[in-house]
């Protein structure tokens, strides 16, 4: 029987209207997983939604409310959510205190990170000295910058690699990774680019956008299959 996975959409707040790039649900049902979509519900509706799935991906979308880590919002900050940030962030607190297997994606890491009480730059551009161009302006499935690896890390286990062409699509990204979480790739200007947490069986989270290079270059497939592979271990 194919793990139940849980994927976040994002939220058009005026329409009312969740959505999702169908690469997830494709990058998680080639993996052997069966993706169920979860549109944004009450914070309250977190410990439901997580009790049926077997594993959670936290999708790519718009910024994160800088009030969930501390912060005014400053001009760069761009569209936030208020249902879909109350949601997430409290369903990221529930798979980390139930040991539910999760992967976020470019957005989902940071909410990962701020869910158990790290904090992001709200822009690259206002916050982190000499940044690299993080918004490119190529397909999504080509790589244009590497990302070193920890060795010895999930990420360097999953890509059987310590260097890695990735593609990029942010102007957010982690500033202070939290206790509990380590950081595990790098872009060249030291900017975050994967995280995963120290006690937790299988909580990962990556900047880049593995979902639009896997049906190009199937090493990124790797990553949903991981996922997979982990979310049967803990049905078990």
């Known amino acids: 029987m194919r793990p139940v996975i849980g994927v976040t959409a994002a939220f058009h707040e005026e329409e009312e209207r969740a959505f999702l790039s169908r690469h997830y649900s494709d990058g998680i049902y080639r993996a052997g997983g069966l993706p169920v979509i979860l549109p944004p519900l009450s914070p309250e509706a977190a410990a439901t939604v997580i009790s049926p799935i077997d594993g959670l991906l936290l999708s790519d979308g718009g910024d994160i409310d800088p009030f969930y880590f501390g912060e005014e919002p400053l001009p760069q900050t761009e569209t936030v959510s208020p249902h879909r940030d109350a949601f997430e962030l409290a369903l990221s607190q529930e798979a980390l205190a139930r040991l539910v297997p999760v992967l976020g994606i470019c957005r ?22 000499n940044s690299l161009k993080h918004r490119q302006e190529a397909p999504r499935w080509h790589g244009t910058h590497y990302i070193d690896i920890l060795a010895g890390s999930h990420l360097a286990a999953i890509f059987r690699t310590t260097r890695l062409s990735v593609n990029s699509f942010h102007h957010q990204a982690i500033r202070k990774v939290t206790p509990g979480f380590k950081a595990t790739a790098w872009a060249p200007d030291g900017i975050t680019e994967g995280i995963e947490a120290t006690a937790h069986p299988f909580a990962i989270g990556v900047q880049f956008h593995p979902e639009g290079m896997w049906k190009k270059n199937p090493l990124f497939l790797a990553l949903f299959e991981t996922l997979v592979t982990a979310c049967r271990a803990q049905r078990k």
């Open 108 to 129: 989902g890491m940071q909410v990962l990170n701020v869910a158990a009480g790290g904090t992001i730059y709200q822009d690259l551009a206002a916050g982190a000295r």
